[in-house]
């Protein structure tokens, strides 16, 4: 079966970094995507691998693993505003996203 | 309009009636989802269409029907409402196959709808 695992609820100081893991097995691979979705809106892009290694865009970061089936999202400089479900998906052999099932990441002043 | 658009923002439906969510987008993507998401449940797969004209069954697709008459809409019925599906209801797009892995710019990644939130009493 396919599978996407991600914790379910984290914590984190304003200002720190916080590291949001997720593993996954799929039935194929054609990338995977992290997506930002605050309370009561739909989710939004913020980052895509398709291959292994570490891609930044300003205070995030996502990382892959294609051989562990692993990525995580990191995020520096925590500000309030990024509290927020942070959702892992995979892109399987059919072209359709493979959705977690969200972490929730408190950020405390 | 731009991106997509869904309708109405929220409901509250009696059991047992029938209702339409609307969707549409204006990007011109061959593909559309349906999605529904529950606490705890993350987003669940209800029906899709890789392009017009082609419909296709997700995870969950019981008690709901799609159709894809043409590009722009993909309208999602629910033919008697019952409790369960009370839920918020996601629409999103995609340009589609390996036009969406190797495409760039706004095309990336699934856009969704502002989301449907519907109570079925």
């Known amino acids: 079966g396919q599978n996407i695992d991600q914790p379910t609820e984290m914590t984190a100081t304003e200002g720190a970094i916080v590291q949001i893991n997720c593993t996954y097995q799929t039935s194929g691979f054609n990338g995977l995507f992290w997506y930002q979705q605050h309370a009561g809106e739909a989710p939004t892009f913020l980052s895509y691998n398709v291959l292994d290694g570490l891609e930044e865009k300003g205070r995030f970061s996502s990382f892959l693993s294609r051989s562990k089936g692993y990525s995580y999202l990191l995020l520096k400089e925590l500000q309030m505003k990024d509290s927020a479900s942070y959702l892992c998906?995979?892109?399987?052999?059919?072209?359709?996203?493979?959705w977690g099932a969200g972490t929730k990441l408190i950020i405390k002043p | 309009i731009a991106g997509i658009t869904q309708a109405p923002t929220s409901q509250i439906l009696a059991a047992g009636r029938r209702m339409t969510l609307r969707c549409t987008q204006d990007?011109?993507?061959?593909?559309m989802y349906w999605y529904r998401q529950d606490l705890g449940l993350g987003l669940r797969l209800i029906h899709y269409?890789?392009?017009?004209?082609?419909?296709g069954k997700g995870e969950v697709p019981d008690g709901y029907s799609v159709s894809r008459a043409n590009t722009d809409d993909f309208p999602l019925t629910l033919a008697s409402a019952v409790p369960s599906q009370t839920s918020v209801y996601f629409c999103?797009?995609?340009?589609?196959?390996?036009?969406?892995?190797?495409?760039?710019?706004?095309?990336?990644?699934?856009?969704f709808g502002s989301g449907t939130r519907l109570t079925v009493v």
């Open positions: 269409s890789n392009t017009a004209g082609t419909t």
């Open positions: 998906a995979v892109m399987d052999s059919n072209y359709q996203l493979i």
């Open positions: 999103a797009s995609s340009p589609g196959g390996d036009v969406f892995v190797t495409g760039q710019g706004p095309g990336y990644g699934y856009t």
């Open positions: 990007m011109r993507h061959n593909a």
